[in-house]
């Protein structure tokens, strides 16, 4: 069985920077791309970002690039997602998930295991 917990999520104010760290149990971590949803009030969840295995690709939806950055350390089965120059549209829980193999990346079926998500709230 694996866990994903998520850390870092918080209150800032627009232009901020926050952190978020996913910590995944099991010894399959540094097997699977990792990606990161989330949900706004009233909206669907929607894809974010996610790294390989390896950690050498990464792909972000639009609305993030340049703004927010996926890593990993495999080391310490943690992802990573530093996320800058934060608008209020950016407000959402943030959910890590691991990717199942031969998946397309941005859809939500091709992952199999969710953290619970941690609140993101950035005021104006």
């Known amino acids: 069985q694996v866990q994903l917990v998520e850390f870092g999520g918080g209150l800032v104010q627009a232009g901020g920077s926050l952190r978020l760290s996913c910590a995944a149990s099991?010894?399959?971590?540094?097997?699977?791309?990792m990606g990161w949803f989330r949900q706004a009030p009233g909206k669907e969840r929607e894809f974010v970002s996610v790294?390989?295995?390896?950690?050498?690709?990464?792909y972000y939806a639009d609305s993030v690039k340049g703004r927010f950055t996926i890593s990993r350390d495999n080391a310490k089965n943690t992802v990573y997602l530093q996320m800058n120059s934060l608008k209020p549209e950016d407000t959402a829980v943030y959910y890590c998930?691991?990717?199942?193999?031969?998946?397309?990346?941005?859809?939500?079926?091709?992952?199999?295991?969710w953290g619970q998500g941690t609140q993101v709230t950035v005021s104006s």
């Open positions: 099991g010894r399959t971590f540094s097997s699977y791309a």
């Open positions: 998930a691991r990717q199942m193999a031969g998946t397309a990346w941005a859809a939500e079926i091709s992952y199999d295991y």
């Open positions: 790294i390989s295995w390896s950690g050498s690709s990464t």
